[in-house]
């Protein structure tokens, strides 16, 4: 047995160690993915089916085998359309590098200034109860969903977020997108996102502050008409309770200006 292990281990080179490697480093943060996310539940109904199809070829229930056979055919071939959201989300990250970078970067003072603003602003909407939809864009351009809303192309401030979300304006309803430390667009459409795990209580700005967050890897900042209550959606993660100083925390990391190497590539996790 000794012997039958050590010639396996001779038979090992240094390429097949990092092959090894880079596997299980994919694998990893293939699960760190989808980890928390309704693929989990998708995934286990595919093992429940792989499982009983196995168990029925070993009874040997030929009827049942082929029809569980017959469905997981069918259940391949659908779940690039299932997992059209995660695979977009990874394929865009793969993408991100220096040539499709967003040249929309801002220094330390820019950053700073814009996490201010949006913090006085989120703290007076809260205040008075005035409903918000706010999207920051990243690395993922958010071009198709500023053609659905008004161009404003407007420096980021809190006096100009305030007067466009103040009800029974022209751009109340809807979101704004801002690139950078300007608004580029208001009244802007949202997909809405259809998970049925949500919160009955959550309304369509919320459920459009996760879908967006679902499909991109957009920041968005939700204030509650009703409560008052301030959220941050990323990642189809909604963050609620929020506070300025708690916003500016959240905020403050996910736009630091990286440089471009290959563990950027595979830096990526849902919150």
């Given at each position: 047995m000794l012997l039958q292990i050590r010639g396996i281990i001779s038979t090992i080179s240094f390429l097949d160690i990092i092959d090894i490697v880079i596997v299980a480093y994919f694998l990893y943060k293939l699960y760190i993915m989808i980890s928390g996310t309704r693929a989990v539940a998708l995934l286990k109904g595919l093992v429940v089916l792989l499982v009983a199809t196995l168990i029925s070829k070993w009874l040997e229930l030929n009827v049942i085998n082929w029809l569980l056979q017959k469905t997981m055919t069918v259940v391949l071939v659908a779940l690039p359309v299932v997992f059209q959201p995660e695979l977009r989300r990874a394929l865009e990250h793969l993408g991100r590098g220096r040539f499709f970078h967003n040249s929309a970067q801002l220094n330390a003072e820019e950053k700073a200034s814009l996490f201010d603003e949006l913090g006085r602003t989120v703290t007076d909407l809260s205040k008075n109860k005035i409903g918000a939809l706010m999207v920051l864009e990243r690395e993922t351009g958010l071009n198709d969903y500023i053609e659905t809303g008004i161009k404003v192309d407007g420096l980021v401030s809190s006096e100009f977020l305030i007067n466009i979300f103040i009800p029974n304006t022209p751009l109340h309803d809807g979101a704004v997108i801002i690139r950078g430390n300007r608004v580029q667009a208001a009244g802007c459409l949202?997909?809405?996102?259809?998970?049925?795990?949500?919160?009955k209580e959550l309304g369509t700005r919320h459920r459009a502050a996760i879908g967006i967050s679902e499909?991109?890897?957009?920041?968005?900042?939700?204030?509650?008409?009703?409560?008052?209550?301030?959220?941050?959606?990323?990642?189809?993660r909604l963050h609620r309770y929020m506070d300025a100083d708690k916003l500016r925390e959240q905020l403050a990391p996910l736009?630091?200006?990286?440089?471009?190497?290959l563990s950027d590539l595979f830096s990526w996790r849902p919150s």
């Open positions: 949202l997909p809405l996102s259809d998970d049925r795990s949500l919160n499909q991109t890897d957009a920041v968005v900042i939700v204030v509650s008409e009703e409560t008052g209550i301030i959220s941050l959606a990323r990642g189809g736009f630091i200006a990286k440089s471009t190497s």
